[in-house]
């Protein structure tokens, strides 16, 4: 029996399902779970989505609504599935539940998953877990409708930054089978890549306004603080991306992006393009990351943090 075959027979199996996914959840994640809760209520399946926070920039999802923040203790569920979480860990809050269910099923596409279900739907090749849910929907024999289909695109779009990276000629007949479904694409990009808020415009046009470059055009840094913040009545996460515009300028390898968290703590946004390891930095101040993309926190006011941070890339520049 293949391991479709044995999620069929624990979907069959089951009544009540909760789907939970990784913390801090994307695009891939959220889209998934509603992707797939709406395929398996066509099953008349008693489905609970919980994700105890998600961004509101997902809020145009079908069935967004429906996502529970909590569950009190006394719930039962005969099946719980885990979405695009490679390990239980990463499972949060969702762990306990997973734990408890009777049944498990992960579905994933991360290569390094654990396989810590009862059945396993691990595809690394697939560009998203949303992809590996069209194949299992199609393994349920679970049409794919537009308000599925919404959703899924959703997180494959995200996935794939957009449909650059991590994507294959397969990729585009699953997103075909979508089209076919009703997806309308346009309206899903504009929420989730272009759609802004007045506070988060203003706070880009300060970090631009302040944008500095140094070492003929190789590094740009900008910075914003909490009064910059508050004066924009910023939320969380609203300096998200300032660093990427640093970034996108002609003949810039390393940007930075400093910001006050609180007095006399600077977090430390590090991108670069082609050569610089950003990670060696970050993790020299305990934080982390990837060669190209890292983080980390550092003491100190914004002038010293600048200093000691664009010294350091100075340094790995020559
Ligand atoms: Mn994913």
């Known amino acids: 029996m293949s391991?479709?075959?044995?999620?069929?027979?624990?979907?069959?199996?089951?009544?009540?399902?909760?789907?939970?996914?990784?913390e801090n959840p994307d695009g891939d994640a959220i889209g998934s779970s509603l992707g797939f809760m709406h395929?398996?209520?066509?099953?008349?399946?008693?489905?609970?989505v919980f994700i105890p926070y998600i961004n509101r920039m997902y809020d145009f999802l079908p069935g967004r609504e429906e996502i529970r923040h909590e569950?009190?203790?006394?719930?039962?569920?005969?099946?719980?599935?885990?979405?695009?979480?490679s390990d239980i860990e990463r499972l949060g809050e969702g762990k306990k539940w997973f734990d408890k269910a009777e049944k498990t099923i992960v579905i994933?596409?991360?290569?390094?998953?654990?396989n810590y279900g009862d059945a396993n739907y691990v595809n690394a090749v697939a560009c998203s877990t949303c992809q590996n849910i069209i194949v299992v929907l199609a393994s349920l024999e679970v049409a794919i409708n537009k308000v599925m289909g919404t959703c899924i695109y959703a997180?494959?779009?995200t996935d794939t930054g957009g449909f650059r990276y991590n994507v294959?000629?397969?990729?585009?007949?699953?997103?075909?089978?979508?089209?076919?479904?009703?997806?309308?694409?346009?309206?899903?990009?504009?929420?989730?890549?272009?759609?802004?808020?007045?506070?988060?415009?203003?706070?880009?046009?300060?970090?631009?306004?302040?944008?500095?470059?140094?070492?003929?055009g190789k590094?740009?840094?900008?910075?914003?603080?909490?009064?910059?913040?508050?004066?924009?009545?910023?939320?969380?996460?609203?300096?998200?991306?300032?660093?990427?515009?640093?970034?996108?300028?002609e003949g810039v390898e390393v940007s930075i992006f400093f910001r006050e968290i609180e007095e006399g703590k600077i977090k430390v946004s590090l991108r670069a393009n082609d050569y610089v390891d950003v990670?060696?930095?970050?993790?020299?101040?305990?934080?982390?990351?990837?060669?190209?993309?890292?983080?980390?926190?550092?003491?100190?006011?914004m002038e010293q943090a600048k200093n000691i941070v664009i010294d350091e890339i100075k340094k790995q520049l020559q």
Not at 39 to 48: A, R, S
Not at 71 to 85: N, V, Y
Not at 181 to 203: M, S, W
Not at 283 to 300: P, T, V
Request: charged share 30%; with cysteine.
């Open 71 to 85: 569950l009190s203790d006394d719930e039962k569920f005969d099946l719980c599935i885990a979405l695009d979480s």
């Open 168 to 216: 294959q000629s397969e990729t585009f007949e699953f997103v075909s089978m979508l089209l076919e479904a009703g997806v309308e694409i346009a309206p899903i990009y504009r929420n989730l890549f272009d759609l802004t808020t007045e506070a988060r415009t203003r706070l880009l046009g300060r970090a631009l306004e302040r944008l500095e470059v140094l070492e003929d």
């Open 39 to 48: 395929g398996l209520k066509k099953l008349e399946k008693d489905v609970t």
């Open 219 to 249: 590094i740009t840094y900008t910075y914003v603080t909490k009064a910059d913040e508050a004066e924009f009545n910023c939320e969380d996460g609203d300096y998200e991306n300032i660093v990427n515009y640093g970034r996108n300028i």
């Open 108 to 114: 994933d596409h991360h290569i390094t998953n654990q």
């Open 279 to 301: 990670s060696l930095i970050a993790s020299k101040y305990a934080g982390g990351g990837h060669l190209r993309a890292a983080g980390f926190s550092i003491s100190g006011s």
């Open 155 to 157: 997180g494959m779009l």
């Open 3 to 22: 391991v479709l075959d044995d999620i069929k027979e624990l979907v069959e199996a089951a009544q009540k399902i909760l789907i939970v996914t990784h």
